[in-house]
C-alpha cells in the first residue's frame, strides 16, 4: 500500500513553472528526510531534492539548483517542490520518497518508500 499521495504534475512550456506536493503519513514525515526523485524513460532514477523537516535543511541536485526550491509544511505532513524555470530535460515522473539520510540527491536507490509519482512534460 502507497502511503505518499503526490500532486501538481503536468505539462507546461519551456521556462514554465509548476508546484508538485506530497502528503505524508505523520510517523513517516516526521521520521526520514524527505525528498524527490525522478526518471525519464530509459533511465535511471535521479534524485533532485530533499528536506530535514526538523530544522529544514535542504539538498539540491546541481542541475536544479536555482530554479527548484523544496519546502515542508510541518502541521500538514506535506513536502512541495518549486519547479521554475522548467526545461525540456527536467521532463520526467517526480516521485516523493522518503529516506534516512538526505543522500537522495547521490544516491536515489536507499528510500524506505515512495509514492506513485506524478507526471512532469516540458515541451520547447
Given at each position: ?12 512550456q519551456?521556462?514554465?513553472?509548476l508546484?508538485?506536493?506530497c502528503r505524508?503519513p ?5 521520521n526520514?528526510?524527505?525528498g524527490?526523485?525522478?526518471q525519464a524513460?530509459?533511465k535511471?532514477?535521479e534524485?533532485?531534492?530533499s ?6 535543511s535542504t539538498y539540491?541536485n546541481p542541475?536544479?539548483?536555482g ?5 515542508a ?5 506535506t ?15 517526480y ?13 536515489p ?9 506524478t507526471?512532469?512534460?516540458v515541451s520547447?
Open positions: 500500500q502507497v502511503h505518499l499521495e503526490e500532486s501538481g504534475g503536468g505539462s507546461v519551456t521556462g514554465g513553472s508546484r508538485l506536493s505524508a505523520v510517523d513517516t514525515y516526521r526520514n528526510c524527505m524527490w526523485f525522478r524513460p530509459g535511471g532514477r534524485g533532485v531534492a528536506i530535514y523537516t526538523p530544522i529544514n539540491y542541475d536544479v539548483k530554479r527548484f526550491t523544496i519546502s509544511d510541518n502541521a500538514k505532513n513536502v512541495y517542490l518549486q519547479m521554475n524555470s522548467l526545461k525540456p530535460e527536467d521532463s520526467a515522473m516521485y516523493c520518497a522518503a529516506e534516512p539520510d538526505c543522500l537522495m540527491v547521490v544516491n536507490d536507499r528510500l524506505r518508500e515512495w509514492g506513485q509519482g507526471l512532469v512534460t520547447s
